[in-house]
């Protein structure tokens, strides 16, 4: 069983709009961060985001923790074909050295 | 910039053929990690290591072994490859229980 959901898991959008990605779960991180990943690379450290509540901006990419510390969402306005790429969610928890990854959100963003 | 260096891009092994997978960092972190990536099942621990020559089962360490003689190097072996293995291998080091920074991957494929 994945910890971690996203939501969606395939988002193909026209230059320009908006879109917001969810990452779900019932457990309590620590902490949680946003990475993306182009194909044929790593995954590339976004934000990183610890209370609850808190939201952080990069840009036109939007990122808030929920109060609870349980699910966070990455928002992107106007978005631009740059932006294209499969978005991690992962998240720290007390007692365990790693991250618990979600299973991903693919976006295309046509021109 | 942190640095992950992965040995290979690309690899293509035979069926039963022992593969060492190499990751050197360029920071003094105790924490490194091997993840498999699979389309659909996203980024699954396979082995971590929190020092020189302690390592720890992830979710999914079968056919899998791994070495870490040095601080900044940290092995994966394949003792008979198969082709279940064809995948991504993407190797991590970690600051704290947060921030994951990757290495560009490796993409093996058994025949």
């Known amino acids: 069983t994945q910890l971690l959901e996203q939501s969606p898991q395939f988002l193909s959008i026209q230059e320009g709009e908006n879109l917001t990605v969810y990452c779900n779960s019932s457990s309590v991180f620590s902490s949680l961060q946003w990475y993306r990943q182009e194909p044929g690379e790593g995954p590339v450290l976004l934000v990183t985001v610890v209370t609850g509540g808190e939201v952080k901006k990069l840009k036109r990419l939007t990122f808030q923790f929920g109060d609870a510390r349980k699910d966070s969402s990455l928002h992107i306005t106007a978005a631009q074909p740059g932006d294209t790429g499969l978005y991690l969610c992962?998240?720290?928890?007390?007692?365990?050295?790693?991250?618990?990854f979600g299973t991903g959100t693919r976006l295309t963003v046509i021109p | 910039d942190v640095k992950v260096t992965q040995s290979s891009r690309y690899l293509v092994k035979r069926t039963g053929e022992k593969v060492f997978l190499e990751c050197v960092q360029d920071m003094d972190h105790e924490n490194m990690f091997w993840y498999r990536q699979d389309p659909g099942l996203g980024l699954r621990l396979i082995y971590f290591?929190?020092?020189?020559?302690?390592?720890e089962k992830g979710d999914i360490p079968e056919g899998y072994s791994v070495s870490r003689e040095k601080k900044e190097r940290f092995s994966l072996i394949l003792e008979s490859a198969s082709t279940n293995q064809t995948s991504m291998y993407l190797c991590a080091h970690q600051r704290g229980r947060t921030e994951a920074f990757f290495g560009q991957g490796t993409r093996l494929t058994v025949v």
């Open positions: 290591s929190y020092d020189v020559k302690m390592k």
């Open positions: 992962a998240g720290g928890r007390g007692g365990a050295n790693n991250l618990f």
